[in-house]
């Protein structure tokens, strides 16, 4: 099946974005901010009075009022105080930014966002790939005499390397693992 991926490829134009920084998962700003500062503040049971007191000691000077006008979205919320705030709540700053209902769960942020730059990196692969095939498909091209011995080169590396890739993966087929099960033995 590889072998044949192979001899159908054909190069595409691939539109692939600028890679961007990675900024985390569903930032949304000061809402997604306002409704996590009073989940925090009030999961410790602390009043509006306590949570200033904590980000004043924290030499981030910040009144009760202020504080009430932020969680009602009465009041912008600048760096420097979202700064104080996750550093009081003992948490990422970028965890107090994200979608409450997944931003209490900090795993779950962080695992969303291993997998979105597990794709990102999947993407800027494949359109390393499709840059380099093209490459090699436009010197082959200009030199006829040597495409079969070369794409037969690049079957048997892509295979090998999928071939490690499953190992590591799956284990080795179930013959090899030394199963003494009648599977095994079929």
Not at 89 to 98: A, H, K, Q, T
């Amino acid at each position: 099946m590889l072998q044949t991926a192979v001899q159908c490829y054909e190069p595409k134009e691939v539109a692939v974005a600028e890679e961007e920084p990675s900024e985390g998962v569903l930032l949304s700003g000061e809402a997604n901010v306002a409704t996590r500062i009073r989940v925090e503040r009030e999961a410790r049971g602390w009043s509006t009075n306590a949570l200033s007191d904590r980000l004043n000691e924290a030499g981030f000077d910040m009144n009760p009022s202020a504080v009430w006008r932020i969680e009602n979205g009465k009041r912008r919320i600048n760096l420097d105080d979202a700064i104080g705030f996750a550093e009081v709540f003992g948490i990422d700053l970028r965890n107090l930014v994200g979608p409450p209902q997944l931003a209490a769960k900090a795993r779950a942020m962080e695992l969303i966002d291993e997998v979105l730059d597990a794709f990102r990196s999947t993407q800027r692969a494949n359109m390393a790939f499709t840059e380099a095939r093209d490459a090699l498909d436009a010197y082959l091209a200009e030199h006829p005499d040597i495409r079969e011995e070369a794409d037969l080169m690049v079957q048997s590396a892509i295979a090998e390397e999928a071939n490690k890739t499953m190992l590591k993966m799956h284990g080795p087929p179930l013959g090899e693992r030394g199963d003494t099960s009648p599977a095994a033995d079929a």
